[in-house]
């Protein structure tokens, strides 16, 4: 027997009224203010800032590459004078003009295929020009800067097949292309400079860490085409909790059998960026990829109950629960991102996007 529901008809039309009440549902009234979808207009010319800007009001992914603009953009601006004095606040918390000069430490953390590619260049800007203060990077994304300025990168393909690479010996990072030739050189620079620092190690009492050997590498390489150099310069900490998980790890394996005894610690450097956040009246945090040192910046910001803005950048999903594919909410539940922080996730690849961001933001002249 049929539902008398489904039978019954719109006298009107003739329409079935359960299918003219399903297609014409009423809608709620949409909040005053919401931003309307429109893209950009190309009848205008072509004006990059401003089809940038239309990002804000396009959808799907370019929205939050607006949101992580507007983001940054107010981790940058603000300053301690923004809030309240309170009864925590003592000594030159109190000073107006103080206050004024109080920013949100920003960091920033990479993998090492951003420093293989030509996003190496705009994070060179970023630290070059003191706009972060922080930095946490992998291991290659600590030897990949100094290789370049020993060698070059060229472009490749992904293509590329890998037992014809190795027979001529080239090494393939996704389309581009590192010959092993520049490892050798890499490993001809970075010799005689452990060597020195096992002699201070012995000589003088120094107790390396992974930021210490890093400043005094960026020193060492006096080249102003390397991030580190400008870490070193400028006294930007560079924090990298796996530093033997790479080529410079290849290379201290070696040395401990040709000059055995070089001891890195990795406690003072655990104490070192924990205390970064720890001690921060703001916090902003820009993490490019992920695994490492997406957790290992969440993680200091932890121990001050969260990070005041976020901005992840990556193509990870999270339905395998890696911490890489996580969205900032799964931070805010362990406390890593603070409940009424700023935050967004851009679904993208990095090298697409953040020289892009970094245009709309930090270089932007604001």
């Not at 006298?11 to 203010?33: D, H, L, R």
């Not at 010319?45 to 959808?59: E, H, I, P, R």
């Not at 960091?107 to 946490?136: A, H, P, Q, W």
């Not at 820009?286 to 109950?305: D, E, Y």
Request: aromatic residues 10%; negative net charge.
């Amino acid at each position: 027997m049929s539902n008398p529901s489904e039978t019954s008809q719109d006298n009107s039309t003739g329409i079935p009224a359960i299918a003219s009440a399903a297609v014409f549902a009423s809608s709620s009234q949409i909040p005053e203010g919401t931003k309307l979808i429109r893209g950009y207009d190309f009848d205008n010319g072509v004006d990059y800032n401003a089809l940038l800007k239309s990002y804000a009001t396009t959808g799907f992914q370019a929205a939050s590459f607006s949101r992580a603009v507007e983001i940054i953009n107010n981790m940058r601006a603000w300053r301690l004078s923004d809030e309240p004095i309170t009864d925590n606040d003592q000594g030159d918390d109190l000073d107006i003009e103080h206050r004024k000069s109080v920013k949100c430490k920003v960091f920033l953390g990479y993998t090492s295929n951003l420093i293989s590619c030509g996003v190496r260049e705009t994070i060179k800007y970023l630290v070059k020009n003191k706009m972060v203060d922080v930095v946490v990077a992998t291991a290659g994304g600590v030897e990949e800067d100094f290789i370049k300025c020993l060698a070059p990168t060229y472009m490749g393909a992904f293509t590329n097949k890998g037992s014809e690479l190795r027979s001529k010996g080239l090494n393939r990072i996704g389309n581009l292309i590192v010959p092993n030739d520049n490892y050798c050189k890499f490993e001809e620079w970075v010799m005689p400079i452990l060597d020195q620092l096992l002699l201070e190690q012995k000589r003088d009492g120094i107790v390396w860490t992974p930021s210490k050997i890093i400043h005094r590498l960026g020193k060492e390489i006096n080249h102003p085409d390397s991030i580190y150099y400008w870490a070193y310069k400028n006294d930007i900490p560079v924090y990298c909790p796996a530093i033997t998980d790479g080529s410079l790890g290849d290379m201290i394996y070696f040395h401990s059998f040709r000059n055995p005894g070089l001891v890195v610690d990795l406690v003072q450097d655990i104490r070192g960026v924990n205390g970064q956040a720890v001690y921060a009246k703001k916090t902003g945090i820009i993490i490019l990829g992920g695994g490492l040192v997406k957790h290992h910046i969440c993680n200091a910001n932890l121990m001050r109950n969260g990070a005041d803005f976020a901005v992840f950048i990556n193509t990870a999903q999270e339905f395998d629960g890696s911490d890489a594919g996580a969205r900032p909410d799964e931070a805010v539940s362990w406390g890593k991102i603070k409940v009424d922080a700023e935050s967004v996730k851009v679904y993208a690849e990095a090298s697409l996007v953040f020289p892009l961001i970094v245009a709309q933001t930090f270089a932007s002249g604001n």
